[in-house]
């Protein structure tokens, strides 16, 4: 069982649609990263979030929306997305890297299968 | 930049064990990790090794790291149709900023158990 749950575990959305995905762990993680995944590929960072503050934006289009409201919770804002978007969302999570700066394990949500119509 | 190599399929029967390889180009990674994801899942973590061990071992799964050669490997002993799935070699840089950043994954390795 993972300790990182994302919901909807599916999602089908029109290119008109607004909707949200969420992603909650109670680990005491400050660390929170959002990664998009396409069919028989690695998974490809979107954003992080260090102590709720964005510090990585991998240059994604404005359509996506990160929020993080408190240090247990994180949501991507979906709107006006295309055919292309659909693909497997992925929610991480892990401990600050801390003064030693290195990266910390990084554990997964089952993710969001959205698919785009 | 950063890049991290694996071969794509890897077929064993079921009772050998499997090595699964990596190569990975940055030499700062901090820590090394090897994922397993399964058909419609997400990734899970199933071990990983910091890069200052040469080998770790836990239960089937043993994981030996040549930093000289920048080679990862995992080893699954006595592998069994559970075994199949999708292994992921991921690499963690040290951080640029101080602040946590995403990992760098290989492509991937498809696991597959002849009976």
């Known amino acids: 069982d993972t300790e990182v749950t994302q919901t909807p575990k599916h999602l089908v959305m029109g290119m008109t649609n607004k909707k949200s995905l969420k992603c909650e762990q109670h680990?005491?993680?400050?660390?929170m990263y959002w990664y998009k995944q396409k069919a028989k590929k690695p998974p490809e960072l979107m954003f992080v979030?260090?102590?709720?503050?964005?510090?990585i934006n991998e240059s994604v289009p404005s359509r996506f929306s990160p929020e993080c409201p408190n240090s247990s919770l994180l949501n991507l804002h979906l709107h006006a997305l295309q055919p292309e978007d659909s693909a497997l969302y992925l929610c991480?999570?892990?401990?600050?890297?801390?003064?030693?700066?290195?990266?910390?394990?990084?554990?997964f949500g089952d993710g969001t299968r959205l698919s785009i119509l | 930049g950063e890049d991290v190599e694996q071969s794509l399929f890897l077929s064993v029967r079921e009772g050998d064990s499997s090595v699964i390889n990596c190569t990975y180009t940055?030499?700062?990674?901090?820590?090394l990790y090897w994922y397993k994801q399964e058909p419609g899942a997400g990734l899970q973590l199933l071990t990983y090794?910091?890069?200052?061990?040469d080998m770790k071992q836990d239960q089937r799964l043993t994981v030996l790291l040549n930093k000289k050669d920048k080679h990862l490997s995992l080893r699954i002993a006595d592998t069994q149709t559970g075994d199949s799935a999708i292994y992921f070699c991921?690499?963690?840089?040290?951080?640029?900023?101080?602040?946590?950043?995403?990992?760098?994954f290989g492509k991937g390795t498809h696991l597959i158990i002849q009976p």
């Open positions: 991480a999570s892990s401990q600050d890297p801390g003064w030693e700066r290195s990266n910390q394990p990084q554990h």
């Open positions: 680990m005491g993680h400050r660390a």
């Open positions: 979030y260090s102590y709720e503050k964005l510090s």
């Open positions: 940055d030499s700062s990674s901090t820590y």
């Open positions: 090794i910091f890069s200052n061990m």
């Open positions: 991921a690499e963690s840089p040290m951080t640029s900023g101080g602040g946590a950043d995403g990992l760098t």
